[in-house]
């Protein structure tokens, strides 16, 4: 048995009971479970929307055409336009850029027991072993020099990125050529999950010969004919041999 409110025109209304058959019972309490059911479906569906909407880094992020340039760097020519002189006058450029003189001829003399002119191109391994150790200055100051050599086209840009914005010029060995890098522009992404991407679209570069600048540009030149990256930091001697 029921209650059931009924209106009548003259008393408002008032209430009676009415006995549902078996068959109403069954179809009310469907009715009902189903309205519920459709209701909490509702409920969830709208709270998920509200969370992703509020989930930070739920996207992509691009950065194109992020720049990073040397500043005022003392880029040093090339005393005789042969290879060997063209690295060496970069070695100069790097370490003068970190405070350290010493100058082209010193690693001319020291890699090729004189200052001869050499075309054939030295292996980058071979350079690093030329320069890295403990130097005394003429000033008595004594430093430590540690070159990294990165083989082939750059894939680590971030290192470039991280360089050029200390301020610390760095070679790039293109078509068998030593050129120092004085900017790139990239393009940097930004995952949801925190990861970082960059993608170099052009390096900039300046030639030792004769200080003319140059570039390296994606899509438009050979990433094939990149023979590696020399890097040279400068450091305090932990302990002098």
């Not at 069954?26 to 479906?41: D, E, K, N």
């Not at 409920?43 to 992020?66: D, E, F, R, V, Y």
Request: proline letters at 5%; hydrophobic letters at 45%.
């Amino acid at each position: 048995m029921s209650l059931l409110l009924l209106e009548r025109p003259d008393r408002g209304f008032t209430a009676g009971y009415f006995t549902a058959s078996p068959t109403y019972a069954i179809l009310f309490r469907m009715l009902s479970r189903c309205a519920v059911l459709v209701l909490l479906i509702s409920i969830l569906a709208l709270a998920t929307a509200s969370l992703a909407k509020k989930k930070p880094g739920s996207s992509l992020q691009q950065n194109p055409g992020q720049t990073a340039d040397l500043s005022d760097p003392p880029f040093f020519a090339a005393a005789q336009k042969c290879e060997n002189w063209a690295w060496a006058a970069g070695v100069q450029t790097i370490l003068k850029a970190q405070g350290v003189n010493i100058r082209q001829n010193y690693w001319i003399q020291k890699a090729n027991a004189g200052e001869l002119c050499v075309e054939t191109p030295m292996d980058l391994g071979d350079i690093a072993s030329v320069i890295d150790g403990d130097y005394v200055l003429d000033d008595g100051d004594k430093v430590h020099l540690d070159s990294r050599v990165a083989a082939g086209a750059p894939t680590d840009v971030g290192m470039i990125v991280a360089s050029i914005k200390l301020n610390r010029p760095l070679l790039l060995f293109w078509k068998s050529h030593a050129y120092l890098v004085e900017g790139i522009t990239y393009d940097e992404y930004l995952y949801p999950n925190g990861q970082r991407m960059l993608e170099a679209r052009e390096i900039r570069l300046v030639d030792p010969y004769d200080k003319k600048p140059a570039s390296f540009v994606k899509g438009q030149d050979d990433a094939s004919e990149i023979s590696g990256t020399l890097e040279v930091i400068v450091g305090p001697i932990t302990h002098w041999r």
